[in-house]
Every structure is written in structure tokens, then in C-alpha cells.
């Protein structure tokens, strides 16, 4: 028996889960159909917009008490796009390897045949997401005087870096916030997944610019997430700036490689983390010169330096003046 994502979105896995319709003036999403898990999820819910046929836009934010396998089976050809944020979420399709949705963008190809999703209980679920469906895309191009390809048997040859972008991942946020905040206009929703649609159309004609953002850019796009863990290992090394952890230490507190966190930390801070222990032990330095009674060499030695010459060397890169300039400049 098909399932009816086409006309009704979520509204068969809400009931599954239990949900009730929270809909009209005091819903959380007038726009929209907010459906409320029981009380004792807690404040839980699915948010469905609808705004134009062929179209959904959702966003979930829930905990389950026990994993739930929902099977799939919409006859209308179509694409789901999610924003995966957070969450145990299994995708199974015949013929195809288990998908575990990791954080990211990821696409779904619907063509008739039946796929299984299973949410699990072990982590907070938290996705927006879009299903666009072959109808509405033939009915938009149709009605542009310009012509344009795109159809869902494309997307089955579509590599993950063509949607999952830093740009994409922006207009997935705003999708978000808009959905959420439930007062922004129907026509806003339907741009902006075809807004969505654009961008992967363009990586789509010009692969070599994809292929090369891919391999040059995307790694050195910092997520929210990446950017809590980096703050971490700067905490940790202004901490300990004289002695600081090797780069392992930091990769166990960042939870990633040591290649990608080099490659982040510079994207945040413009500069590697050898530069940025090297500067700050220079502004260490410039601190110790103001007292008199250290020398130019226990200062040197307190850094860890062999020699005050390689000393000296690395606080003029650094301040432009070597340590005895400095001091003169200080009346010292």
C-alpha cells in the first residue's frame, strides 16, 4: 500500500510516532502544521509547510523512547533533501548499503520503489528537510521563458559534494529559522528551495569548478559544530602557551585528525597553530621585558629557546623591534 508524503508530508509518521495536529491561530507554525509528540517526549515536534503541490518543507526536532522503523512506498518520483543535524537515523534502500545519516546534507531519489528509515532512541533527531517532487519541478521549468535541464533521474548520478556545501548548508539554516519562526511568506519557501535547486544545478554545469571547490575549499569550511571544538583548543593552548600540548592532545579534545584540525584551526584564526603558539609566547615575552630583573636570557631560556640569538630572532618577526629595542624603548 503507498504512502502519502505527495499530498499529506509527514502526517503517516507523525501518527506512527504518536503525534497530535497542533494547527490553526495558536500553533507554533500558522504557515503550517505542527505535529506535537506526547507529554513525555517533552517539547518535541514536526513542523510540515506545503507551498505549492508537488513541494514540502519540515523540520524535526525529537527524542524516541524506542527505535521506529518507518517503510516508505510514494509512487510519485521525487527528491527529499536533509539537512541532518543531530540523531540516530538509518536509511535502507534495496539494493543499496545502510545509510547512516551522519551531519550534513543528504539527498534521498525516490523513484516508486519502497526504502525503510529507521530512528533510533540513542540521540536527541534534529533535520530540515525538503521533498521536491518531479511534477512541481517540470511545471516550474515549464512556465520560465529561458530552458533549463533537471530532472530526478539526474540526481542518481549526483556526487555528494554537489549539495553538500557550505552554501547549501546556509540556505538549509535559513530554511530552518524560517519554518520555525512560522510567520514568513509561502512564496519564500518555494524560492528558496529552488534557490537550492539553482546551486546544484550549477555545480551540475560546471563540474571543474566543483571538482576544484571540492578539493581547495570545502575542507577548510568551518560548521558551527567545528567551531565549538576549535575554541576549545585555543582555550587549551592559552592555557598552557609556555608548554602547550602536542597537536594529538588538541585532535582528542577537537575529536578530528590532526589534518583537518590544522587546516580549521587556520581557517579560524588565519594563521597555523605553531604560528599562534609563536605569537602569543612573543606576547608572553613582551610582558616578561617589562621587568627589569629578568634577563634577555632567562627569558629566552623560559621559552624554551636554546639560545637567546633564535630568541631574538622570533620576537622581531613577530613585534619588529628585537628584545633590547624593546627594553630601550622602555626606559629600561
Not at 1 to 15: C, I, K, R, S
Not at 43 to 52: L, M, S, T, V
Not at 75 to 102: H, N, W, Y
Not at 287 to 297: C, V, Y
Request: overall charge positive; charged content about 20%.
Amino acid at each position: 500500500m503507498a504512502t502519502n508524503e505527495y499530498f499529506d508530508g509527514n502526517a503517516e509518521l507523525a501518527a506512527q510516532l504518536g503525534c497530535t495536529k497542533d494547527s490553526g491561530e495558536l500553533s507554533r507554525c500558522p504557515k503550517g502544521i505542527t505535529y506535537v509528540f506526547p507529554p513525555e517526549n517533552g517539547d518535541n515536534w514536526f513542523i510540515d509547510i506545503h507551498p505549492k503541490s508537488g513541494l514540502f518543507v519540515s523540520d524535526a526536532y525529537f527524542t524516541l523512547h524506542q527505535p521506529v522503523t518507518r517503510t516508505y512506498e510514494i509512487e510519485q518520483p521525487g527528491l527529499f533533501l536533509c539537512s541532518f543535524e543531530s540523531g540516530d537515523v538509518t536509511i535502507f534502500e534495496r539494493g543499496k548499503k545502510a545509510r547512516r545519516m551522519r551531519q550534513g546534507i543528504h539527498l534521498l531519489v525516490n523513484q516508486g520503489k519502497p526504502f525503510k528509515v529507521v530512528f533510533g532512541n540513542e540521540k536527541h533527531i534534529r533535520y530540515t528537510g525538503v521533498w521536491v517532487f518531479a511534477d512541481f519541478i517540470s511545471k516550474y521549468l515549464q512556465d520560465r521563458e529561458w530552458k533549463e535541464s533537471l530532472t530526478i533521474s539526474d540526481a542518481l548520478t549526483w556526487p555528494s559534494h554537489y549539495y553538500n556545501t557550505p552554501e547549501l548548508l546556509l540556505h538549509f539554516q535559513q530554511l530552518r529559522f524560517a519554518i520555525r519562526g512560522g510567520v514568513t511568506p509561502l512564496m519564500y519557501f518555494e524560492s528558496k528551495v529552488i534557490a537550492i535547486l539553482s546551486l546544484i544545478l550549477c555545480a551540475v554545469q560546471t563540474p571543474k569548478h566543483a571538482e576544484w571547490f571540492q578539493k581547495k575549499e570545502r575542507p577548510k569550511h568551518v560548521t558551527y559544530q567545528n567551531q565549538q571544538f576549535i575554541w576549545k583548543v585555543k582555550a587549551e593552548l592559552d592555557k598552557e602557551i609556555l608548554n602547550p600540548p602536542p597537536v594529538k592532545q588538541l585532535a582528542t579534545i577537537a575529536g578530528m585528525g590532526t589534518t583537518k584540525l590544522r587546516i580549521l584551526f587556520k581557517s579560524c584564526y588565519g594563521m597555523s597553530i605553531a604560528d599562534y603558539v609563536r605569537q602569543e609566547k612573543m606576547n608572553h615575552a613582551l610582558r616578561l621585558l617589562w621587568h627589569d630583573e629578568m634577563s634577555i636570557q632567562n627569558i629566552s631560556s623560559l621559552l624554551g629557546y636554546a639560545r637567546p640569538s633564535k630568541f631574538t630572532e622570533a620576537f622581531k618577526k613577530i613585534h619588529g623591534l628585537t628584545p633590547r629595542q624593546v627594553r630601550q624603548s622602555f626606559n629600561l
